[in-house]
């Protein structure tokens, strides 16, 4: 079983933005950091996991962002939760 450490820390942005997250996965062959995950939590609503992304502005000017890595929704949600039960315990 991959066992999953995650290091969490809360933002001073006064957005939406509430904290960072770093996810250790523990594998067989060693270990594998993914770094930047966000909890995005907006006023009224859920507190919500962001894969790590990256922002560029397009030939009309417009911004687009694009995720870092992809992966099955499965272990997705398993890491989201394993990140949220942490942000919900942050003082």
Sequence with gaps: MTK????????????????????????EEGDLTIKGFRVIHQEGKSPWVALPSNCYKDKAGEFKNFKNIEMPRRLNEHISKAILEQYQSLP
């Design 4 to 27: 999953i450490s995650i290091d969490i820390r809360r933002t001073d942005f006064s957005n939406s933005i509430k904290a960072n997250a770093d996810v250790t996965l523990t594998l």
